[in-house]
């Protein structure tokens, strides 16, 4: 997913050197940014072949680190598809509810690691933020007035494929 978190996740594995950051997401805005922020290539989650598209980037026996950022069970399946012999998936989304693994699938060696995304990160991220070595800014496509709060939560809950985060401003800081 390339959500705000799932962005993060991108300029993180840029600025650690990863050599392919592959995006699936399926609202096409989000995947424009993820390109803008350093992914070197994007696919539609719909997209029936997706594992196979995915794998001619990646080739054939998969990513080494596999990353879900959306909180789907449908990407945590997908990720288990992705990720190669003795590679690692990362489960950053909160997905709710029982997924389902089918470990024989997976008899690879994977690991299969939770992460909460907050968790002793921020010194180290506003570090990085300061130094611009991350853009959060450009996440924020659409803000509103603190008067427009229930506007803002209603623009964002259905209209999701217009916006990435949408911001409340609380003061004009101008």
């Known amino acids: 997913g390339s959500g705000c978190i799932g962005l993060m996740t991108v300029q993180s594995a840029k600025l650690?050197?990863?050599?392919?950051?592959?995006?699936i997401d399926v609202l096409q805005n989000r995947l424009d940014k993820a390109i803008e922020l350093g992914a070197t290539a994007t696919f539609d989650g719909r997209d029936e072949k997706i594992v196979e598209k995915v794998k001619e980037i990646i080739g054939e026996y998969g990513a080494d680190v596999v990353f879900e950022t959306a909180g789907a069970i449908p990407t945590a399946k997908m990720a288990l598809q992705l990720v190669k012999r003795r590679g690692k998936v990362m489960v950053v989304g909160t997905i709710p509810g029982d997924t389902p693994i089918d470990f024989l699938k997976?008899?690879?060696?994977?690991?299969?690691?939770?992460?909460?995304?907050?968790?002793?990160?921020y010194k180290k991220t506003i570090d990085l933020i300061s130094k611009k070595k991350f853009d959060v800014l450009s996440m924020a496509d659409k803000y509103f007035d603190y008067d427009n709060t229930q506007q803002a939560f209603e623009f964002s809950v259905n209209n999701k494929s217009e916006l990435i985060k949408g911001v409340i401003q609380v003061a004009n800081l101008k």
């Open 16 to 23: 650690m050197g990863a050599a392919e950051i592959v995006v």
């Open 106 to 121: 997976i008899n690879r060696e994977v690991s299969i690691q939770t992460v909460f995304r907050y968790a002793n990160d």
